[in-house]
């Protein structure tokens, strides 16, 4: 069914499917998906807003932490009042960070297995040889591994750079 698919991209890709650059590929890839989700989490998701009870949260936490190690009862009391509201708060931020995640499972399962065979290159069998092993994928890391790889440290970086953490 996904064979056309597959076949275009291939095509479309030539030499750059192949290592040396296919890594290159593979990390362009995995920059323009971060974006698409980046994207996708300040259309979806009401950005100021969860900052917002985000810290909220955080100050809770930081007072309680306080209070518990200057042993000062009638401040935990006080928080502990608060602990109900806070734990609604944090249900609150878990179900809106996971709206884009639960509306792009699907789509990027389907992307991944496209080009998960777009470079399944049987001349070489990986995409990229790491200088050292990674654990779990070994030297030689195929699509998936290297995908995955460069989507945790990129992520991350991206997400700083446009404040959504």
Known sequence: ???????????????????????I??????????MITIAANYLLLDVEKLRQQTREINEWRIQM?????????????KL??????????E?????QRMKPTLIFMI??????????AVFNNPAYGYVVVAPFPI?????????????ILCSIL??????????LT
């Open 1 to 23: 069914m996904l064979d056309w698919i597959i076949d275009y991209l291939i095509k479309l890709f030539g030499p750059y499917r192949d290592p040396p650059l296919s890594s």
């Open 25 to 34: 590929t593979v990390i362009g890839i995995s920059i323009m998906v971060c």
């Open 65 to 77: 932490r306080q209070a518990i190690l200057s042993n000062d009862k009638k401040q935990i009391a």
């Open 80 to 89: 502990k009042k608060k602990e109900a509201y806070i734990r609604e708060l």
């Open 91 to 95: 249900a609150n931020v878990t179900a």
């Open 107 to 116: 789509p990027l399962w389907i992307f991944f297995i496209i080009f998960a």
């Open 135 to 147: 654990p779990f994928a070994g030297y030689k890391l195929n699509f998936g591994s290297w995908y």
């Open 154 to 163: 990129i992520l991350p970086i991206l997400q700083k750079i446009f404040k």
